[in-house]
Nanobody, 116 residues
Framework: QLQLVESGGGLVQPGGSLRLSCAASGFIFSMYTMSWYRQAPGKERELVATITSSGGSTNYPDPMKGRFTISRDNAKNTVYLQMNSLTVEDTAVYYC?????????WGQGTQVTVSS
């Protein structure tokens, strides 16, 4: 069955960096658009970044541009999110999503906490 497993979250100080990973299995990873979302306590889930199936194109909402980089390795069935210059406002649960033909599949999320 389709499975997405996020990892790489944790506690980081303001100004620090983290790289999240999302390992996919149970489907043809290279055919799916992949995205990262996040949800902070008391807030709605928001898009962080998207990458096309081939990895040839990426998209970031304006607030996410400049500090976040999404990438993928289709040979390893993994999508990554590099996060730099983290602030306390980046504290959230980060989720990866696989999408194709209007169907979405979600991972269970990984907690990122930015605190001194």
């Amino acid at each position: 069955q389709l499975q997405l497993v996020e990892s790489g979250g944790g506690l980081v100080q303001p100004g620090g960096s983290l790289r999240l990973s999302c390992a996919a299995s149970g489907f043809i990873f290279s055919m799916y658009t992949m995205s990262w979302y996040r949800q902070a306590p008391g807030k709605e889930r928001e898009l962080v970044a998207t990458i096309t199936s081939s990895g040839g194109s990426t998209n970031y909402p304006d607030p996410m541009k400049g500090r976040f980089t999404i990438s993928r390795d289709n040979a390893k069935n993994t999508v990554y999110l590099q996060m730099n210059s983290l602030t306390v406002e980046d504290t959230a649960v980060y989720y990866c999503k696989a999408a194709r033909f209007g169907r979405d599949y979600w991972g269970q999320g990984t907690q990122v906490t930015v605190s001194s």
